[in-house]
């Protein structure tokens, strides 16, 4: 069983800095894929950046610019440096992982991935 713990949320004002971490652990997989998600009150969670065994990355049209994703393959950790934060990235944001490779399309897509963390708060004010 996959371990999955997110850290690094809080609250800042419009325009200020978060950057979130996550840890996957346990099970037999040597290598994990690893994605964020985020959900805010009233809404669907949504895919906001991932990153492929070879580096590619995908985000979310609204985070482009702002956001940047890394990862540690060999440690299974996985950053968000979320810059330029604006009161609608005001969410939970979710941690993600799975040990399959699937297509570069499917980096955003929920269903790919099998391990969720508990989320952390990422609160922005105007």
């Known amino acids: 069983q996959v371990h999955v713990v997110e850290s690094g949320g809080g609250s800042v004002q419009s325009g200020g800095s978060l950057r979130l971490s996550c840890a996957a652990s346990?099970?037999?997989?040597?290598?994990?894929?690893m994605g964020w998600f985020r959900q805010a009150p009233g809404k669907e969670r949504e895919g906001v950046a991932a990153i492929d065994s070879d580096g590619s990355t995908a985000y979310l049209d609204s985070v482009k610019g702002r956001f940047t994703v890394s990862q540690d393959n060999a440690k299974n950790l996985l950053y968000l440096q979320m810059d330029n934060l604006k009161p609608e990235d005001t969410a939970m944001y979710y941690c993600?992982?799975?040990?399959?490779?699937?297509?570069?399309?499917?980096?955003?897509?929920?269903?790919?991935?099998?391990?969720w963390g508990q989320g952390t708060q990422v609160t922005v004010s105007s």
């Open positions: 346990g099970g037999t997989y040597r290598r994990l894929y």
């Open positions: 993600a992982a799975d040990p399959v490779r699937h297509y570069f399309a499917d980096l955003l897509r929920e269903s790919r991935y099998n391990y």
